[in-house]
């Protein structure tokens, strides 16, 4: 269905009705940017490897014992010299992007052009940021019997172990292997995982949902119009296309971005590839509305910024649009909770140490509503702007506050405390 865009929202005033939830910062909840590319993952994930980390990475790859290269296979197709091609064309692709993690993702002569021409940032689940990695392709064989143009390809990728410890499986990401003339080109599973998802059109955003939801076009309504008042509260242009993926759960959506199976803590999550014109929600409770995504979407647009890795694009978008299933009054007494019970977590850590959580988004929500209150909303474009250093954080925000930096870090402790932020 289609509708227009309606009444604006009030960001000050999000709804407060959503109430699903899962282990709350207990555990990790780490957040993977890619170079170069507006990619932002909010959801309980471990980070595969490290981006920034610039030594050279030579992918180290096996077959698993499923692979059969040396032998005839079955009968009438998966002939090893086929399986061999696959193999030596997925391990090229690997090599390509550990060569290329640090930069934008760049155009590969290994990947489906079809879907390259459709989003930049084409491999969903980026093996560039599983370079340092040991690779076992576990799985390449036919995807559907009696067809030999078409193969699926499943790679575990385990940290390599050190100090001799046990390794530890990350990611078994599945892509599809098609043949194209004389050569294989790699696809992400994305299309035929959501063939059968319902579609639906609301305003500018192009909602594809999982089987088994429910579609509230109310809510989506609500979407549309939260999209359009923040684009104008902070000045970038509107929205015009955004294809929204609506998943059950974390483990949907990692199937549909290829990922058979990827480490996660909590049951829900999104993901915003705005380059790609794409949402990805896990959160039925947010369901065709969540905020905290389009925020983020929304905020991709505004030029000279370092959104990709900003704790100040985190507290706003957990300002309007609540993280991990909480919003509101719920999420700020859970924080407070947590703080309360947690004495050492200070400001100065959750700045130092983005390895580590400690309620990142939550901590930054309440620096966010520090800057509104002394110097209204217009002082976040600027916060939005300061690099990702710990130094350049510390000195923008006691500029913006006209205050020092231990002086900041006080009142923040106060807020955090009493949940009022
Ligand atoms: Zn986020």
């Not at 009030?10 to 709350?24: M, R, V």
């Not at 064309?89 to 079809?114: F, K």
């Not at 407070?336 to 050492?344: E, I, L, Q, R, T």
Request: hydrophobic content about 40%; overall charge neutral; charged content about 20%.
């Amino acid at each position: 269905m289609t509708a227009g865009r309606s009444a604006k929202l009030n960001p000050a005033n999000p709804e407060t009705k959503w109430s699903q939830k899962c282990s709350f910062f207990r555990s990790s909840d780490y957040q993977t940017v890619s170079a170069g590319t507006a990619v932002r993952f909010c959801s309980c994930v471990i980070s595969c490897a490290n981006p920034r980390d610039s030594a050279p990475l030579s992918p180290r790859v096996a077959l698993g014992i499923g692979v059969d290269t040396s032998s005839s296979g079955p009968w009438g197709f998966a002939s090893a010299t086929v399986v061999h091609e696959i193999v030596i064309a997925w391990q090229q692709y690997l090599a390509e992007q550990a060569a290329h993690r640090l930069g934008p993702m760049v155009r590969s002569q290994c990947w489906s052009d079809e879907q390259q021409r459709r989003w930049p940032y084409y491999d969903f689940a980026p093996t560039r940021d599983l370079a340092g990695f040991d690779a076992i392709i576990v799985d390449a064989r036919p995807l559907r019997s009696a067809s030999a143009d078409t193969f699926l390809v499943r790679t575990l990728f385990i940290e390599p172990s050190r100090d001799n410890s046990p390794p530890r499986p990350s990611a078994l990401v599945t892509v599809h292997a098609r043949r194209i003339g004389n050569t294989w080109r790699f696809e992400s599973p994305i299309d035929r995982v959501s063939a059968d998802w319902k579609r639906f059109t609301v305003g500018f955003i192009h909602y594809v949902v999982q089987p088994g939801l429910e579609f509230d076009a109310a809510r989506a309504q609500l979407a549309v119009a939260f999209a359009d008042s923040l684009a104008e509260a902070f000045e970038v242009p509107r929205v015009d296309s955004m294809t929204y993926y609506m998943a059950t759960d974390i483990d949907a959506l990692n199937l549909l971005r290829g990922f058979q199976w990827s480490v996660s803590v909590t049951s829900g999550g999104g993901l915003t590839v705005q380059s790609n014109h794409q949402l990805f929600a896990a959160e039925p409770a947010f369901g065709e509305a969540h905020r905290h995504e389009i925020v983020h979407y929304v905020l991709a647009a505004m030029p000279n910024t370092n959104n990709g890795n900003n704790l100040i694009a985190e507290g706003i978008a957990t300002w309007l649009g609540g993280t991990l299933g909480l919003q509101g009054p719920a999420l700020r007494a859970q924080y407070a909770m947590y703080v309360k019970s947690h004495p050492d977590v200070t400001l100065d850590r959750v700045i130092d140490r983005d390895d580590v959580d400690w309620g990142r988004r939550p901590a930054a929500a309440i620096l966010r509503r520090m800057v509104s209150d002394a110097r209204g909303n217009s002082a976040l474009r600027e916060l939005l702007r300061t690099g990702p250093s710990s130094a350049e954080r510390r000195n923008t925000m006691s500029r913006v506050l006209a205050k020092q930096w231990s002086s900041i870090a006080r009142d923040w402790r106060i807020l955090a405390d009493a949940g009022t932020w």
